[in-house]
């Protein structure tokens, strides 16, 4: 008689699509690059809205997807609400929402929501990250004493939390303090056994790693320069090491990720990050884009330690740069947008410009599946897009609202957040979806 693990290893050999089936489980995707493997998804909106759900309140936060689920986070300002939310992946309908915190809606630059960092999930719990600016004796001991300069805001503290699939809060901790006048937009990560949070800001900037079982602390990381800065680390196992990398507080900074130690560095080359680094299997690059108040994009060899500012940059331009849209890898070509909307595609292995094309203001990031490139603007437009050495259109269509948020692709659906509603475009594949 056949073992049922056996079985199992037969089907997925008979099967390889099986095997392409992803979950889209934290910011950017299971990959933290905005790719997906699955495929039959959509390249337009006509003909392929499976459904609309509204939702509460606000938020520049990403979907995430997990199996028959999708999570995303809220602000309700009329209660002061920061909410969890759970729709059902077949229909849209509300499942469930939990209140994670309450708390004084704080200050926030007017591209920036109270609800924009993206939650992630293991499969098992959720976790979330947001901003509670109600004074602490923490808070205000961090402000006693001294005057606030004009155009700095009073410290908040950083609150995480661990939920369970039907709602209820597993564990809440308060790593540390947070002041930025933008506001606050730091997307919990998870990484083995650890749930991991930038948290640059204007003050004593940290990253801190956070037990899933309990939120114990398993290891802090103390910032440089002390600069608001909102980046996602990218993890990835690059040239025989796993690294967590991100650019942010006037540097760019490569750590392991199980213990927090520098691996190595890069000064500068501006103050002010958002966006994500990527990697290329191709070319065996990484590409950080950024930020405030110069422009600069980089294409950086990852296999140094110390300090590689003056030995690891094999190109660099000031052409193309974004800010908050994180770029995206597809085969051998760099494609990023910038805020203002230029698009450009690069050649990812010489920085050569390929060719650039006006899209109007974006500020959601680049996803990928199946050799095409999504770009989605702030007026809702969105364009399918086949990389190459000529810009090639394969379809435009309308979201029929404002779109700040970046999507999530799974399973052959993608799942974008409007300003009033969560859109699922796609049917869920048969293949994909038989786990």
């Not at 699939?165 to 730091?186: D, E, M, T, Y």
């Not at 899209?359 to 190459?388: C, M, Q, W």
């Not at 000529?390 to 435009?396: F, G, K, Q, R």
Request: glycine share 10%; hydrophobic share 35%.
């Amino acid at each position: 008689m056949i073992s049922p693990r056996v079985l199992l290893s037969l089907l997925f050999a008979l099967s390889p699509s099986l095997l392409l089936a992803e979950n889209w489980p934290q910011w950017r995707g299971p990959r933290l690059d905005g790719t997906s493997q699955d495929t039959g998804f959509p390249i337009s909106t006509e003909g392929n809205v499976t459904w609309r759900a509204e939702l509460p309140g606000s938020g520049h936060a990403s979907p995430i997807v997990w199996q028959d689920r999708i999570f995303i986070v809220a602000a309700v300002a009329e209660t002061e609400q920061r909410v969890l939310v759970c729709l059902e992946r077949a229909s849209g309908r509300l499942l469930w929402q939990s209140n994670v915190v309450k708390a004084p809606i704080e200050s926030i630059h007017r591209l920036n929501s109270q609800a924009s960092s993206t939650p992630a999930t293991d499969g098992q719990s959720i976790f979330t990250a947001f901003l509670d600016n109600t004074p602490t004796d923490a808070t205000r001991k961090a402000n006693e004493g001294r005057e606030i300069p004009k155009g700095e805001v009073p410290k908040g503290t950083v609150i995480i939390s661990a939920h369970d699939f039907s709602g209820k809060q597993l564990w809440q901790v308060r790593p540390g303090l947070f002041s930025s006048k933008h506001g606050f937009c730091s997307s919990p990560v998870v990484f083995e056994d650890k749930v991991i949070v930038n948290c640059d800001h204007d003050g004593d900037g940290y990253i801190v790693a956070l037990a899933k079982t309990d939120g114990k602390e398993l290891w802090r990381i103390e910032r440089p320069n002390h600069t608001r800065s909102y980046c996602v680390p990218l993890i990835r196992d690059i040239g025989g090491r796993t690294q967590m990398v991100l650019s942010g507080t006037m540097c760019v900074t490569s750590y392991d990720p199980r213990t927090g130690k520098l691996l190595w560095i890069i000064d500068g080359p501006t103050e002010q990050f958002v966006a994500s680094l990527v990697f290329s299997d191709q070319t065996g690059l990484l590409y950080m884009t950024g930020g405030f108040p110069e422009h600069h994009l980089l294409a950086i060899k990852p296999d140094g330690s110390g300090n590689v500012t003056n030995t690891h940059i094999v190109w660099r331009t000031n052409k193309g740069v974004s800010y908050v849209p994180s770029p995206i890898i597809e085969g051998g070509h760099f494609l990023i947008v910038s805020d203002s909307g230029i698009g450009h595609c690069f050649d990812a292995k010489t920085g050569d410009i390929l060719w650039e094309e006006r899209l109007r203001e974006h500020h959601a990031s680049l996803t990928s599946a199946e050799g095409h490139v999504y770009f989605i603007n702030d007026t809702g437009t969105l364009r399918t897009v086949k990389p190459g050495k000529t810009y090639e259109t394969l379809a435009e269509s309308e979201l029929g609202e404002k779109v700040f948020a970046s999507p999530a692709l799974s399973e052959g659906q993608i799942f974008i957040r409007g300003d009033k509603s969560l859109i699922c475009l796609g049917k869920r594949s048969a293949k994909t979806a038989a786990r």
